[in-house]
């Protein structure tokens, strides 16, 4: 089997990188070669013993997404989008890299299937930011899309794109609604929501973060190892029993700000809780009001999706991942 991976270089893209070589299988097939691609170039998992082919390409860039798919990878793991706050920030970017990118991708494929019956699964990674306030909670699986930031507004968009082209038959695809994941390991991003991960990553180590939010914010959660979880899942799912619906809010967690600052001083104590600075930003405020409080998730629940249950335990798996298991 050969697996392509946009957006390789991400946080997300290498441990799905990692994982599948750990598992050297995929749907119970052999990985076989792995294709790494992003606009930096990514790194070869190095216990990796099949062929590697890292790239350094932008997919909106003219005849990118024809490169990539030339050697006909059997599986495309689609994660490659510039995040929230970015977006938001420059509305040309996010719908040349988020939107544009993303339909240069269908199209090459859709055009691929018309000359020789190319027909891959393609996993792509949307959003919890497809649903706008007002909100209910928790949102149930039938809730209408109404997007209330760039970067939504492309992921619903696209996310209609790939149910269209899997209904015409022209790869076999599935979306996966990301919660927001957290704890992110690495350095802060751009992402309006890297705060949910800033202020308890950075107080493990014994370092200041700040807070831009009201402790009554309330989002929905899960750990990379999840996130990880669901595209393998998603990958090797029968997508008879997922339906003409396509894409699907995974499961997670749904907690508040002070209940993450309540876990953190249950695993780490009062002295890691100290080092979280409140500093308003009104911008994020703004974002944030608009963000999804909890889903119902039955449909990705009963297809077989799982995610953490407290948020200590999104805490020890980023502490077993990142940290080597302690403080």
Known sequence: MHVLIIGAAGMVGRKLAERLTRDRTLDGRKVEAMTLVDVVTPEAPTAFTGKVSLQTLDLSDPGSAETLIASRPDVIFHLAAIVSGEAELDFEKGYRINLDGTRHLFEAIRLAHLADGYRPRLVFTSSIAVVGAPLPYPIPDDFHTTPLTSYGTQKAICELLLSDYSRKGYFDGIGIR?????????KPN????????????????????ILPVGEDVRHWHASPRSAVGFLIHGATIDLEKVGPRRNLSMPGLSATVGEQIEALRRVAGEKAVKLIRHEPDEMIMRICAGWAPGFEATRARALGFTAESSFDEIIRVHIEDELGGSL
Not at 178 to 186: E, K, N, Q, W
């Open 178 to 186: 990301l919660p927001t994941v957290c704890i992110r390991p690495g």
């Open 190 to 209: 751009k992402a309006a929501s890297g705060f949910f991960s800033n202020i308890l990553r950075e107080p493990l180590v014994g370092q200041e973060a």
